[in-house]
Nanobody, 125 residues
Framework: HVQLVESGGGSVQAGGSLRLSCAAS????????MAWFRQAPGKEREAVAA???????RHAGSVKGRITVSRDNAKNTLYLQMNSLNPDDTAMYYC????????????????????WGQGTQVTVS
């Protein structure tokens, strides 16, 4: 079992930056695909980015060039560097993990993730 705890959210002005973190604990096996999802008020939760154990990444088209996912396996921590933020990025951001079987299964499929954090709020004004 894995516990995920997000941090780093907050309020920022448009054009600003934030770095989200997700600390993973409870399982020494690091063979998980880690991902970020977000849910804006009144909208469906959507995939933002994912990174495998080797550092290979996928990003949603809407965030490419502005938002970058990474992980530090030694620290069991997932990151989301967000630059050039705009009000459309306002959402609750969730960290998620699933057992790693490669990229065959769509990384955007929320139902494929085994573990979820509680979320951290990002507000852009």
């Amino acid at each position: 079992h894995v516990q995920l705890v997000e941090s780093g959210g907050g309020s920022v002005q448009a054009g600003g930056s934030l770095r989200l973190s997700c600390a993973a604990s409870g399982d020494a096996d690091r063979r998980y695909l880690m991902a970020w999802f977000r849910q804006a008020p009144g909208k469906e939760r959507e995939a933002v980015a994912a990174v495998d154990i080797d550092g290979n990444t996928r990003h949603a088209g809407s965030v490419k060039g502005r938002i970058t996912v990474s992980r530090d396996n030694a620290k069991n921590t997932l990151y989301l560097q967000m630059n050039s933020l705009n009000p459309d990025d306002t959402a609750m951001y969730y960290c998620a993990a699933r057992h790693w079987f490669g990229w065959v299964e769509p990384w955007e499929d929320q139902s494929s993730y085994n573990y979820w954090g509680q979320g951290t709020q990002v507000t852009v004004s």
